[in-house]
């Protein structure tokens, strides 16, 4: 149950910043047209990386630096998906330029993405730090 | 000051009654130690049966369907599930933080993000524990945020 919940989540996640890379990949490359069944291939996409990313995140990192190198295995693999798919499905050329686009894309996404969710639990952190120094504060 | 003590009936239980015109601070004390005693939970360590009181607990952790209780420096097993503990420390200082672990919020010097969504508490004796995510709305509740 838990995995298919985490599943969940990841696809909401993963769905939406796979449109948002394609989005950004066919307006940078200059499609005019995109194909209908484009409709059909990103939550495709979504389904397949948000497995393998809740495979990933099902195992327990006790520190930043284990998690830091599962994010890096995680982004090679997205990424190889990304592309592999994108030529599969024929959003990506296999020519270097636009398997480069392609992975600039994807790194933006999860790039940002990643610092957005970091710093809204920066300033959760920050708010309970301030509430236990209130607390401690008030006991003396 | 007179002291009494008497024995209960059988079917009765055993009671401290603080018969006073003002609770000074002698009163206070020895209600205190009252409460402290009443608190204490037995701990095993190899050699030794300890009673702790549970404001030296930094936390108790579950490990292999036994509880211990971590001190500063010393770990002790404890004979109570740990859902029996947090019954038993409920307002207390005492929160559950993941599955397998309360910790005692007097000692949680500071809290810093993780990578994977996780918080990681540093205790005062510079020991650092995990936070899940699932209990992070509990912590703030208690916390008042």
């Given at each position: 149950m838990k995995f298919f919940t985490e599943f969940l989540k990841m696809f909401t996640y993963i769905t939406t910043g796979t449109a948002v890379a394609f989005a950004a990949y066919t307006m940078i490359v200059g499609?005019?047209?995109?194909?209908?069944?484009?409709?059909?291939?990103?939550?495709?996409?979504?389904?397949?990386?948000?497995?393998?990313?809740?495979?990933?995140?099902?195992?327990?990192?006790?520190t930043n630096k284990k998690i830091g190198f599962a994010?890096?295995?995680h982004y090679i693999i997205v990424s190889a998906s990304m592309?592999?798919?994108?030529?599969?499905?024929?959003?990506?050329?296999?020519?270097?330029?636009?398997?480069?686009?392609?992975?600039?894309?994807?790194?933006?996404?999860?790039?940002?993405?990643?610092?957005?969710?970091?710093?809204?639990?920066?300033?959760?952190?920050?708010?309970?730090?301030?509430?236990?120094k209130k607390r401690a504060d008030s006991k003396i | 000051m007179k002291i009494t003590v008497e024995k209960p009936k059988p079917n009765q239980e055993e009671e401290v009654i603080i018969r006073c015109r003002n609770l000074n601070e002698c009163i206070t004390e020895i209600i205190c130690s009252l409460k402290e005693e009443e608190c204490r939970l037995t701990a095993y360590s190899d050699r030794d049966i300890v009673k702790l009181s549970p404001d030296k607990i930094y936390y108790f952790e579950a490990v292999d369907n036994k509880v211990f209780a971590c001190c500063e420096k010393q770990v002790y097993e404890v004979k109570l599930k740990l859902y029996?503990?947090?019954?038993?420390?409920?307002?207390?200082?005492?929160?559950?933080?993941?599955?397998?672990?309360?910790?005692n919020l007097n000692m949680i010097k500071s809290v810093s993000p993780m990578f994977n969504g996780r918080f990681e508490a540093k205790l005062k004796n510079e020991e650092k524990i995990i936070i899940s995510r699932q209990y992070v709305p509990a912590l703030k509740k208690v916390l008042g945020i």
């Open positions: 499609y005019e047209t995109v194909a209908v069944y484009t409709v059909a291939e990103i939550p495709l996409v979504g389904v397949i990386m948000s497995l393998i990313t809740t495979v990933i995140t099902q195992r327990e990192y006790s994010l890096v295995c592309v592999g798919l994108g030529i599969l499905f024929e959003w990506v050329r296999p020519v270097p330029e636009e398997i480069i686009l392609m992975l600039g894309c994807v790194l933006f996404v999860y790039a940002f993405s990643f610092t957005m969710f970091f710093v809204s639990m920066k300033r959760e952190a920050n708010k309970i730090n301030a509430a236990l | 029996e503990i947090e019954e038993s420390l409920f307002n207390r200082d005492f929160i559950r933080i993941s599955k397998s672990v309360i910790v």
